[in-house]
C-alpha cells in the first residue's frame, strides 16, 4: 500500500528555517515525482515544490524560490522540503504527495497531477 508521511512542521519565527520531510513506503521513490502543496484556511491548495520522476530536475513556485530547496534520499524512501527565510505568508498545511507519470513544466505544481497524498502538517511562522 502506497503511503507519505509528512513530518517536521511546527512554529517558527519569521526568518526563521524548518525542514519538512516525507517518509515514503509501498512503492520506489524513483518512479515517482513528488511534490510539496500548501493549503491556507480559506485558500486553495497551491504547488510549492516538486523534484521530478526518475531525474533530479526540481521546480518551485515563484513565491518561494530562492528560499525553499526539496531533495530527495531514494534509498532512504523520503522527500525533504528545506525551508529558509520563512514568512507569515508561509503560514499553512504542508502535503507530499506523490505522480507516477513525467510531465511537463506546467503541470509538475497543479495539484490535480497528483494521486497519492499524506495527511499533512501544519506550519506555523509567527512572531
Known amino acids: 500500500q502506497l503511503q507519505l508521511v509528512e513530518s517536521g512542521g511546527g512554529l517558527v519565527q519569521p526568518g526563521g528555517s524548518l525542514r519538512l520531510s516525507c517518509a515514503t513506503s509501498g512503492f520506489s521513490l524513483a518512479n515517482y515525482a513528488i511534490g510539496w502543496f500548501r493549503q491556507a484556511p480559506g485558500k486553495r491548495r497551491e504547488g510549492v515544490a516538486c523534484?521530478?520522476?526518475?531525474?533530479?530536475?526540481?521546480y518551485y513556485a515563484n513565491s518561494v524560490k530562492g528560499r525553499f530547496t526539496v531533495s530527495r534520499d531514494n534509498a532512504r524512501g523520503t522527500v525533504d522540503l528545506q525551508m529558509n527565510s520563512l514568512e507569515p505568508e508561509d503560514t499553512a498545511v504542508y502535503y507530499c504527495?506523490?505522480?507516477?507519470?513525467?510531465?511537463?513544466?506546467?503541470?509538475?505544481?497543479?495539484?490535480?497531477?497528483?494521486?497519492?497524498w499524506g495527511q499533512g502538517t501544519q506550519v506555523t511562522v509567527s512572531s
Open positions: 504527495a506523490a505522480d507516477p507519470n513525467r510531465r511537463s513544466s506546467d503541470w509538475v505544481l497543479q495539484p490535480i497531477s497528483y494521486e497519492y
Open positions: 523534484i521530478g520522476k526518475g531525474t533530479e530536475d526540481t
